[in-house]
């Protein structure tokens, strides 16, 4: 969107902030879910406040989304390289969140990498990437976990943007996803599009990719609420998706929490930066929440940030 807009649309003390050399970063961040029954506050509030994990200098991360594989945790995410300006997909091990592993580097292209949805299916894990910035959907087959990852596939997407897909159902030889469509002239509006992935030994790369068109023909309007924020998940019985929510002026402020039944959703709880506590973060310079996921064991977010980062190389 126009820069000069935003800006003249940013609170006075953040524009200030930003004249003077300060950046709007990310940063992941866990806690553990509580264990007693019945104290499992609605998700991503309560009073816990998150521990920031740990990070490379040049680098800030986000999108982290979590992946259970043969006993272990495993967080993937975009770690973004503040030189180059540009996004790969890290992984760090959470097998113990008391003692977190160094994330590091195991998926690169030469455009933008993020919000990297990791998954069994058919006998193998495979990782969908958003990769709106070379306008496909790809398809990655784990060669060897967690470091190693093919391309199988980068399904064209007739010139859409798509960001941060997500799995509503698997089933023997078929995906069905739902993606986030961004504007091309406004990256703050999305639209949701839902697509299929099915094997198919005779197509390209053994799989095809159909988009519902149905779908698309009764989510046709941009809005700032339709992109997705994380994986689903179950809490208190029921299938809950998250959503981020942007404004006018800006990007991904808040979470809203939807619970689903079939293909309804109803509003469930919301998220603000005000009711997230980041230990060692100043309240006050806490200006977003974007992505959230879980387990039995750990909740986890991301969080942006106004910082004064050195110089990178």
Known sequence: ??????????????????????????????????????????????????????????????????????????????????????????????????????????????????????????????MIPETGANRTLNLYRCTSFPDGWELVRAFPVDGKELADTILLDKAPGRLDLLCSQVKPENGLYTRYRRYTLTADKEAEGGFTLEEDEPFGLKHRVYDLGARNAGPLFDWGGQTIRPAQVSTTVDYGVYLQFFTRRGEAETPLCAAMPGNVTIRDLDPAALIGIHTYCRDDAVEIIDARYLARLPRTR
């Open 1 to 126: 969107m126009n820069q000069l807009y935003r800006a003249l649309h940013m609170p006075p003390a953040r524009l200030a902030k930003k004249l003077t050399g300060w950046k709007e970063i990310y940063t992941i961040a866990l806690r553990p879910v509580p264990t007693a029954p019945g104290h499992d506050p609605l998700p991503a509030l309560g009073d816990e406040p998150y521990t920031p994990l740990p990070g490379a200098e040049g680098f800030w991360y986000a999108d982290p989304l979590l992946f259970r594989h043969e006993g272990g945790r495993w967080l993937f995410c975009e770690a973004f390289d503040l030189a180059a300006g540009r996004g790969s997909i890290a992984v760090m091990d959470l097998t113990d969140p008391q003692n977190p592993g160094t994330p590091r580097i195991v998926l690169q292209e030469s455009y933008h990498l993020s919000f990297p949805t990791v998954f069994e299916w058919d006998g193998e894990v495979w």
